[in-house]
């Protein structure tokens, strides 16, 4: 009996000890349920999600840009591409192989996707072709069963209508860059970013923000159904104050002119009020559409090698030595420093003597004579030598300055150069050396260090025609209709969002600039154009209410010795140079123009018939549609 109740005793106590465990062993087990369920269900959601929903970015649809008459100047146009989402697809490479063969790729290009494809490693849709025939799509459409993860989509791509007229002041599109490989819209094959023009500058407000779209996929990676979509938010469309009939005018009047090549110059025509820039012609162009895809290799060295550097935009980026144009800046620096009167007269023989050293009249029998009106006239170079000599080098500097010469004008454009004015201190700081009385007499016929851009040529004819207003140039349109719904907190990019906020307010005086003063200058422009004798005269305007002010210059790409034989033609990268600026009309300045033709020899054969061309189009437009307004209405 005693052995039993032993027996029992033991079992009881295992059977407490078995239950204990199993007590524990429970609420291990469901503490464990309790955590995994309760506590981390949100974290193991989202590593499902993950891996049963794909999320992929939406692109968006870029801004477009018009020009001032709401003519399309870079749209967005639609195509179809051929996507593999490859992931897990254990037949990847034999479903790549009926790829080509439907396709008709070379075995060139089958050896190049071949690498391609081997190298990518990503979970992302795999891009096999772009820009689809009908015929092609077809094809993959009726063979889709044979092609899982194979589909056909959608995508967009610049277009530029105007193609080589605008490319450099539009710009193009390229491909992303280190600096852009953290975006969110880095691995769509379709995003590209502004790599010139207001393409670039206005990224921030032309790109838009990208949307989401969730994909439920399979264990192999491959979509099964679209769950949702966040739509993309668009780009804002900008508009310019490009006149982009003017600009196509421009263009195809300086086609063929001057160049080392073929061609080559810039001209730019803006609005003495507003600051607007009608239009900004650099020759030669080159194709912006070309750099939307794979630009062929050959078309690429040309454009790179070609002597008329087509990629620069040479009315921003390309210096020039002004020549006689800067005679205007040289003229009021001496006026409002004293240096001459609008009665000083200086004698011009042909020659300027400076100790031993002889600078000479481009008139070698001389002007005789000449009061400072005459001078620019005549465009007499030792009327110039004499006044850059009584004035100096640091009152013409100062002067330049105040005309836009020697700085960037800020235009919202990439890669603008300042030029060059020089002044003592300038001399003194770049070269260590001090300033010689020689260089203040090239100074004073726009030579020597002095180098300015076909830009700010324009900006100081408006400062001049304005009456000494300090007229600033513009080229996005901030007053349009296009901009008055823009959050302008949502754009990272303060420059142009400074841009942006500046108001079509009146431009304030330049202080040191008498209207007095202004108006001999302007005489002396007017004489330049419309007197007998005058260097421009044989670009006048004959229609009246469309006359112009202007001055012609010539400006050396290398020095010729003294008696140096000027008969011979040199090589052409050699010529000279031939600038114009010019106002129009003459009773109220509207427009002004500066215009450069590289090696175009004489500015007064090349520049000056250009100039009066864009500026009696850009007036006669303006009349045609005062006359179009008064009929409508």
């Known amino acids: 009996m005693r052995s039993e109740i032993v027996k029992s005793k033991i079992f009881e106590r295992r059977a407490l000890l078995l239950g204990a465990g199993k007590l524990l062993l429970t609420s291990a087990l469901a503490s464990r349920l309790y955590y995994l369920e309760i506590i981390k269900s949100s974290e193991f959601k989202t590593l499902s999600d993950g891996n049963r929903i794909k999320i992929l970015p939406v692109l968006p649809f870029r801004g477009r840009i018009f020009d001032r008459n709401d003519k399309a100047m870079a749209e967005n146009t639609s195509y179809h591409r051929a996507m593999f989402d490859y992931y897990g697809n254990k037949e990847a490479k034999a479903i790549m192989q009926r790829l080509y063969s439907l396709l008709e790729f070379s075995d060139e290009k089958c050896e190049l996707m071949d690498k391609k494809f081997s190298e990518n490693h990503s979970r992302e ?75 670039k500058t206005a990224e921030s407000l032309l790109r838009g923000k990208p949307g989401i779209k969730k994909i439920e996929v399979n264990v192999h990676g491959l979509p099964v159904k679209e769950l949702s979509i966040d739509e993309s938010q668009s780009g804002n469309d900008l508009q310019l104050t490009i006149n982009a009939d003017l600009q196509v005018f421009a263009v195809k009047r300086m086609a063929g002119l001057g160049g080392v090549a073929k061609e080559g110059g810039g ?110 006239c005549h465009s007499c170079d030792v009327f110039f030598y004499n006044t850059a ?107 142009l969002v400074n841009r942006l906020k500046q108001t079509a307010e009146p431009f304030a005086d330049i202080e040191g600039i008498s209207q007095k003063n202004i108006r001999i200058v302007k005489d002396g422009m007017e004489m330049v154009v419309n007197q007998i004798g005058g260097t421009a005269y044989m670009s006048r305007i004959n229609i009246p209410e469309f006359a112009m002010a202007g001055k012609t210059g ?15 033609e040199p090589e052409k990268k050699y010529r000279n140079h031939g600038l114009f600026i010019a106002y129009a009309p003459l009773d109220k300045p509207k427009y002004a123009v500066g215009v450069v033709i590289e090696h175009g020899s004489h500015g007064a054969t090349t520049a000056a018939p250009v100039g009066r061309d864009i500026l009696i189009q850009v007036q006669q437009m303006a009349a045609d549609k005062t006359v179009g307004e008064k009929e409508s209405g």
């Not at 799509?137 to 092609?147: F, G, R, T």
């Not at 193609?163 to 880095?186: F, R, T």
């Not at 794979?294 to 210096?319: A, C, F, G, Y």
């Open 125 to 199: 849709p795999f891009l096999v072709e772009e820009y689809l025939t009908w015929d092609q799509v077809a094809k993959l459409e009726v063979n889709k069963p044979d092609l899982p993860g194979v589909y056909v989509e959608t995508g967009q791509v610049r277009n530029y209508p105007l193609s080589n007229v605008a490319a450099h002041l539009i710009g193009y599109l390229g491909a992303v860059k280190d600096e852009d490989e953290n975006s969110i819209l880095a691995n769509i094959p379709d995003f590209k970013v502004g790599k010139n023009g207001i393409e």
């Open 267 to 376: 001209a730019v025509c803006i609005d003495v009020e507003t600051g607007d820039i009608l239009c900004m012609a650099s020759t030669p162009g080159f194709d912006p559409n070309l750099f939307l895809r794979s630009i062929p290799l050959d078309v690429w060295n040309e454009l790179r090698t070609d002597p008329d550097v087509p990629m620069i935009n040479k009315t921003i980026t390309s210096q020039y030595p002004p020549g006689s144009t800067f005679k205007t800046a040289v003229a009021l620096a001496a006026l409002e420093s004293g240096a001459i009167t609008e009665y000083s007269t200086f004698f011009c023989p042909g020659y300027y003597m400076l100790g031993s050293r002889r600078f000479d009249c481009w008139k070698k029998e001389g002007h005789g004579s000449l009061a400072v009106r005459d001078a620019l």
């Open 389 to 495: 000599q009584r004035t100096g080098v640091d009152k013409i500097a100062e002067m330049a300055f105040k005309l836009g010469y020697g700085a960037t004008t800020g235009i919202e454009l990439p890669s603008e150069k300042p030029g060059l004015i020089p002044s003592k201190e300038w001399k003194k700081r770049t070269y260590g050396k001090d300033w010689m009385a020689g260089e203040t007499v090239n100074t004073g016929i726009g030579q020597g260090y002095v180098l300015t851009t076909p830009l700010q040529l324009a900006v100081a004819t408006a400062r001049i025609a304005s009456g000494g207003k300090k007229v600033i140039p513009r080229l996005i349109k901030t007053d349009s209709e296009y901009l008055k719904n823009v959050q302008l907190d949502n754009i990272d990019d303060e420059k």
């Open 554 to 568: 010539t400006s050396q790409v290398r020095s010729q010795a003294h008696g140096a034989d000027s008969s011979k």
